[in-house]
């Protein structure tokens, strides 16, 4: 393509048109005729890679910055590179999800849950439908490898391209709080937003819940959205939904225009009645918590939106027997396990409010076994631990990506938070603390594992080790 079709909209230029075949924003795979975006970040500046990537084949470059290179490169200047290079990466490829219904969906828990609902619904409503998330790439239900919850521009959109070679007419993707801050998404504006809900996490980066909130906002903009679905139970939630520019539909557990009522938990999963604008309907899933009504009627507003037959919705969600990870159930010799990856202060309670449902229900007790992921926000890890204490009978601590800190570091900031709790035991081996937890649960307890869900490997150090809580499950 030519360099200057793809020009973003704010910029400066410094050299000749370029025929380029390849964009990168990493200089480990720059090619021939390619163009480089300088991109910084924490530990390094792209801009002094520029000469590297010139030698490798880069013709043109991106950069805040004009650099000292030879006159044959093209040089083009922007006010922010990480911006510049998603508005680029979207032309290079065509614009693909232009003709798309594209539903962005946001939110501290249940991004992967909802999308994974909308697939479902979609698919069934007759939609070619992709899905770009924490697990992954789905084009028509087929799994496509993918990095990151929302992956950098230039895997995005080449992505897209994928779907949209595949016929896909509509894409459902999650948009991390990160990705919103490093305008990783600013190529695409979504005809849907979805703002599951704000609580807790990532404040080892955004420092204040504030900021936090407030990258999440720049989704529900009239420059990133059309519509807004937002789930307003926590008071930041509702001032986004005070303060966007673009017409908001608002949800909530139990009041306002769009509620849950006469919600039930059972063995078989939930039950509950949709309150939209004062019509009711009465819905059946396998999933369990009360989370899922909540995620299930983003879905069901959807539905509405786009004027889908409320029934073939209702079937699509009676389907969904689970999302991979997403508080799976595991029987073992009368011992129910949850696999979920609750990582979050919220997520841990919600997980733990319906493990104890699913505890009562069968008539036995309930057993957590968490940890905290290392270089990651430390101060939820407190917290985390008294909500473990407070909501489940017993606890057993462990590790959980510890990453480059010491897991017993970690563990002890847990127990910062409990010192007058006696419900809990420490046991580090992630595996050996599963067993534990085995050998202290009687027929009908439950064994809430918090924290990895479907992940397949233990980061240590850098090096992701293999490692499944499921398959760990699967060997005792």
Same mark, same amino acid.
């Not at 917290?383 to 563990?411: F, H, L, Q, W, Y």
């Given at each position: 393509?030519e360099l200057?079709k793809m020009?973003?909209?704010?910029y400066m230029i410094?050299?000749n048109?370029?025929?380029i075949?390849?964009?990168?924003?990493?200089?480990r795979?720059?090619? @021939?005729?390619?163009l480089y975006?300088?991109?910084?970040?924490?530990?390094?500046?792209?801009?002094?890679?520029a000469?590297?990537?010139?030698?490798?084949?880069?013709?043109?470059?991106?950069?805040?910055?004009?650099?000292n290179?030879?006159?044959?490169?093209?040089?083009?200047?922007?006010?922010c590179?990480r911006?510049?290079?998603?508005?680029?990466?979207n032309?290079?490829?065509?614009? @693909?999800?232009?003709?798309?219904?594209?539903?962005a969906?946001?939110g501290?828990?249940g991004?992967?849950t909802t999308?994974m609902?909308?697939?479902?619904a979609?698919?069934?409503?007759?939609?070619k439908?992709?899905?770009i998330?924490?697990?992954?790439?789905?084009?028509?239900n087929?799994?496509v490898?993918s990095?990151?919850?929302t992956p950098d521009?230039?895997e995005?959109?080449?992505?897209?391209?994928?779907m949209?070679?595949?016929?896909?007419?509509?894409v459902c993707?999650? $948009?991390?709080?990160?990705?919103l801050?490093l305008h990783?998404l600013?190529?695409?504006?979504?005809d849907?937003a979805?703002?599951t809900?704000?609580?807790?996490?990532h404040l080892d980066y955004?420092?204040?819940m504030?900021?936090?909130?407030?990258?999440k $906002?720049?989704?529900?903009?009239n420059?990133m959205?059309s519509?807004?679905?937002?789930?307003t139970?926590?008071?930041?939630?509702?001032?986004?939904?005070?303060?966007?520019?673009v017409?908001v539909?608002?949800?909530?557990a139990d009041h306002?225009?769009?509620f849950?009522?006469d919600?039930?938990?059972?063995n078989?999963g =939930?039950s509950f009645?949709?309150?939209?604008?004062?019509?009711?309907?009465?819905?059946?899933?396998?999933l369990?918590?009360?989370?899922n009504?909540l995620?299930?009627?983003?879905v069901?507003?959807?539905?509405q939106i786009?004027?889908?037959n409320?029934n073939?919705?209702?079937t699509a969600?009676?389907?969904?027997k689970?999302? @991979?990870?997403r508080?799976n159930?595991?029987v073992?010799?009368g011992?129910?396990f949850?696999?979920d990856?609750a990582?979050? @202060?919220?997520a841990i309670?919600?997980s733990?409010?319906?493990?104890?449902?699913?505890a009562?229900?069968?008539g036995?007790?309930?057993?957590?076994?968490?940890?905290?992921?290392g270089?990651?926000?430390?101060?939820?890890?407190?917290?985390m631990g008294k909500?473990?204490?407070?909501?489940a009978?017993k606890v057993?601590?462990t590790s959980?990506?510890p990453?480059?800190?010491?897991?017993m570091e970690?563990?002890?900031?847990?127990k910062?938070?409990i010192?007058?709790?006696?419900n809990y035991?420490?046991e580090p081996?992630?595996a050996?603390a599963?067993?534990?937890a085995?050998d202290?649960?009687?027929a009908?307890?439950v =064994?809430a594992v918090l924290?990895?869900g479907c992940?397949n490997?233990?980061?240590?150090?850098?090096?992701?080790?293999?490692?499944s809580?499921?398959?760990e499950i699967?060997?005792?």
């Amino acid at each position: 393509m030519e360099l200057f079709k793809m020009r973003p909209k704010d910029y400066m230029i410094y050299g000749n048109n370029k025929e380029i075949s390849q964009i990168s924003n990493d200089t480990r795979n720059i090619k @021939p005729n390619s163009l480089y975006f300088c991109i910084k970040g924490e530990n390094f500046n792209g801009e002094e890679l520029a000469s590297e990537a010139v030698k490798k084949g880069s013709v043109a470059i991106v950069s805040e910055n004009k650099l000292n290179l030879d006159k044959s490169v093209t040089q083009i200047i922007v006010p922010c590179a990480r911006s510049a290079m998603s508005e680029m990466a979207n032309k290079f490829y065509g614009d @693909p999800a232009k003709d798309m219904l594209k539903i962005a969906v946001t939110g501290t828990n249940g991004k992967t849950t909802t999308t994974m609902l909308l697939n479902n619904a979609l698919t069934k409503a007759g939609f070619k439908v992709g899905v770009i998330g924490t697990n992954g790439t789905l084009i028509n239900n087929k799994s496509v490898k993918s990095n990151l919850t929302t992956p950098d521009p230039i895997e995005f959109f080449s992505l897209l391209a994928k779907m949209k070679e595949e016929g896909v007419n509509c894409v459902c993707f999650e $948009a991390s709080a990160h990705a919103l801050s490093l305008h990783k998404l600013d190529g695409i504006k979504s005809d849907i937003a979805i703002l599951t809900n704000i609580s807790q996490d990532h404040l080892d980066y955004f420092k204040t819940m504030e900021n936090y909130a407030n990258a999440k $906002a720049k989704l529900f903009s009239n420059k990133m959205t059309s519509i807004g679905i937002i789930n307003t139970d926590s008071p930041l939630a509702n001032e986004i939904a005070d303060n966007c520019n673009v017409p908001v539909i608002r949800l909530s557990a139990d009041h306002g225009n769009v509620f849950i009522e006469d919600f039930k938990q059972t063995n078989s999963g =939930i039950s509950f009645v949709s309150n939209i604008y004062g019509k009711k309907d009465r819905y059946n899933m396998k999933l369990n918590g009360h989370f899922n009504a909540l995620n299930a009627l983003n879905v069901l507003v959807i539905g509405q939106i786009l004027e889908i037959n409320k029934n073939v919705v209702k079937t699509a969600l009676s389907e969904v027997k689970e999302i @991979p990870g997403r508080f799976n159930r595991i029987v073992k010799n009368g011992v129910n396990f949850i696999v979920d990856f609750a990582h979050t @202060p919220e997520a841990i309670l919600n997980s733990l409010n319906a493990s104890r449902e699913l505890a009562d229900n069968c008539g036995g007790k309930l057993i957590c076994v968490f940890g905290c992921g290392g270089n990651r926000d430390a101060t939820k890890r407190s917290i985390m631990g008294k909500i473990a204490c407070d909501n489940a009978d017993k606890v057993i601590i462990t590790s959980d990506n510890p990453r480059n800190e010491d897991p017993m570091e970690i563990i002890n900031n847990i127990k910062s938070g409990i010192t007058e709790y006696t419900n809990y035991v420490i046991e580090p081996n992630r595996a050996k603390a599963i067993k534990l937890a085995y050998d202290q649960a009687n027929a009908n307890d439950v =064994i809430a594992v918090l924290g990895k869900g479907c992940e397949n490997y233990f980061e240590v150090k850098g090096e992701k080790l293999p490692y499944s809580d499921s398959e760990e499950i699967g060997k005792i």
